[in-house]
């Protein structure tokens, strides 16, 4: 698979390499520069004369309307307020002295208790844990270089001549066929619906109301006697 994959590799190379090739054996043919179109003058536009306005109408000024003055109006006399009355002071109310309050003799706090010092807890050392050895690692083997495959050379491909292809035929134009016209449909005449006979209504018939039967008393048979 490796070997197919490195063939399909080359060909392709080479394919590459061959459009390369011929691309710069056929070089692109010169393309001549066009010659740049005389393009006419713009003709010459005339200035339009100024048009001449008419002079505004003069207005005539509008003698100012005459303002009647504003009556006089009399000065209105002060009323005459009355006078506050005069409020007597009041007397203060006596208040009464506030009760001397006889001092409450401290409450005797009794001491605390003396707490006896615990002895410290001996804590044991810890054991000394002794050194491991390190274990010896093997050293890696020593992996020989591997020759390098020979890849066998492409052999070469001849380019292959371009086929000629051949011209396509001029087809002639085929005349439109004539269709006849559309043969015209009579209209049919609309068909009559015929005319059903009234039916004349049928009078109810009396259903006579049937009696009811009467319900016949369910006899119990009698309750036997219990002897004592």
């Known amino acids: ?3 197919l994959l490195l063939m399909a590799l080359l060909l392709s190379c080479s394919s590459m390499s061959n459009a390369a090739r011929w691309l710069e054996e056929y070089p692109h043919p010169a393309v001549p520069e066009l010659p740049k179109p005389e ?7 005339h200035e339009l004369p100024k048009p001449e ?16 003055e504003h009556p006089a109006v009399p000065e209105l006399p002060k009323p005459e307020v009355p006078e506050h009355p005069a409020v007597p002071e009041l007397p203060k109310p006596e208040v009464p002295e506030h009760p001397v309050v006889p001092e409450l003799p401290k409450p005797e706090v009794p001491e605390h208790p003396v707490v006896p010092e615990l002895p410290k807890l001996e804590v044991p050392e810890h054991p000394v844990v002794p050194e491991l050895p390190k274990p010896e690692v093997p050293e890696h083997p020593v992996v ?11 052999p070469a491909i001849h380019e292959l001549p371009k086929p000629e292809v051949p011209e396509h035929p001029v087809v002639p134009e085929l005349p439109k066929p004539e269709l006849p016209p559309h043969p015209t449909v009579p209209e049919l005449p609309e068909p009559e619906t ?6 004349p209504e049928l009078p109810h018939p009396e259903v006579p109301e049937l009696p009811h039967p009467k319900e016949q008393e369910h006899e119990l048979p009698p309750k036997p006697e219990t002897k004592p």
Not at 39 to 45: F, I
Not at 53 to 68: D, T
């Open 39 to 45: 393009m006419p003058p713009h003709p010459e536009v």
């Open 194 to 199: 015929p005319h059903y006979p009234a039916v």
């Open 53 to 68: 306005l008419p002079p505004h109408p003069e207005v005539p000024e509008l003698p100012k309307p005459e303002v009647p």
């Open 1 to 3: 698979m490796s070997f």
């Open 144 to 154: 020989p270089e591997l020759p390098k495959p020979e890849v066998p050379e492409h």
